[in-house]
């Protein structure tokens, strides 16, 4: 699942940002005037950047160090000027030159140029405007419900049977985006995302069809240094070994349960989706633990969280193995799995093949029903 959906659905790293040139944020949004602010959120590495402008008579700037790429970065409008809010928002990329931000009212509808790689966003935005509004009808189902509704498992199911049609359609249409724009930074920055969930067979070849020029950047070379590991977990490979500690501090091997089913299921005790999607598993283990099958918790938890991390087992009830080396996304395990975002998880056969990728609600059931039999 990616992109737009990866922000309901999946909890991700930040970026690196190198400092190279300026930006300039150009804003013209309506009538807006005092108390009302509009902030710039973005991420340099190891760094959380949050930047603020008035808005005066539907004008606002902002001006900064640029990265050598685009770097991701996201506005947003408070009409009483009290802080980020997530009511109105704007995804844009900081880079060398003047990025304009145009729009009536409302800065989620507004129009970012000005820049090629915003220029390019637009672009996409366009061709994922279906997308957009299914997953806007889609939040606005969740939105309306009762609590009650949101609780039953009948209601959890329809979502998600919704959910994965749109992510879907969004998977076909990033591709096409891809294919016919090799030289975009978009392209790039889309396939990165795209690689999380996605298998080797569909990733290498959009990756191989890149400009040089794309290939060279940080990103660039990043995806083309996860594209071994992308590989090492496509399906029907041999899951990568590795051995962790439990949450006793024994080490443990993902070979130590070679002979059953085994799901590996990276997760974070700070992961809400995660969190979410337990209740799920557990209900299939409880279904076939019976069976030959078993799961295999991997947390990104990092230092100083063990605590955390054996709170979140307890309060989930989550009696499977457990094991995590405490060091976030930079474990061992989700360095082998190539893992960008959670939760995801990976189903292998008694002989160590992999055999499904990214089983969520009654995707897994019904994975252990065909073979394992009811």
């Not at 009212?105 to 790689?117: E, F, M, Q, R, V």
């Amino acid at each position: 699942m990616k992109k737009i959906l990866l922000i309901a659905l999946a909890c991700l790293p930040a970026a690196a940002f190198t400092q190279a040139g300026h930006f300039t944020i150009e804003g013209s949004l309506g009538s807006y005037n005092a108390p009302a602010k509009v902030y710039l959120q973005y991420h340099p590495k190891d760094k959380d950047i949050t930047d603020s402008a008035m808005v005066v008579n539907g004008k606002f700037k902002f001006a900064g160090q640029a990265g050598a790429d685009p770097v991701e970065a996201m506005l947003s409008l408070n009409a009483t000027g009290n802080g980020f809010s997530y009511d109105d928002i704007k995804r844009i990329f900081l880079e060398n030159g003047v990025i304009t931000v145009t729009g009536a009212d409302k800065l989620k509808k507004a129009i970012a140029g000005g820049t090629p790689a915003n220029i390019d966003n637009e672009k996409l935005s366009i061709q994922l405007a279906t997308v957009t509004a299914a997953m806007d009808g889609l939040l606005a189902k969740q939105k309306i419900a009762s609590e009650q509704e949101r609780q039953s498992p009948e209601f959890q199911k329809s979502i998600y049977k919704l959910f994965k049609e749109i992510a879907q359609q969004q998977d076909l249409a990033e591709a096409k985006f891809i294919a016919e724009n090799p030289d975009s930074y978009i392209s790039l920055f889309t396939l990165d995302r795209y690689a999380y969930g996605a298998d080797y067979k569909e990733v290498a070849p959009l990756f191989d069809g890149l400009s040089a020029r794309l290939k060279q950047t940080a990103m660039g070379r990043q995806l083309a240094d996860r594209l071994p590991h992308i590989k090492a977990i496509a399906m029907g490979a041999i899951a990568p070994e590795f051995a962790e500690p439990d949450t006793s501090g024994k080490m443990t091997s993902l070979s130590s349960l070679r002979g059953k089913y085994v799901l590996i299921d990276f997760w974070a005790s700070w992961c809400t989706p995660c969190r979410a999607e337990n209740p799920n598993v557990l209900k299939a283990f409880n279904l076939y633990k019976g069976k030959n099958f078993t799961v295999l918790g991997v947390s990104l938890d990092g230092p100083g969280e063990k605590n955390n991390w054996l709170a979140a087992v307890r309060q989930d009830n989550l009696p499977w193995t457990q094991v995590s080396d405490l060091n976030s996304w930079y474990g061992k395990a989700a360095v082998l799995y190539s893992i960008i975002g959670i939760p995801q998880n990976f189903l292998i056969d008694p002989s160590g093949k992999i055999i499904a990728k990214n089983l969520r609600s009654d995707d897994l059931e019904n994975k252990l029903k065909e073979v394992l039999g009811k």
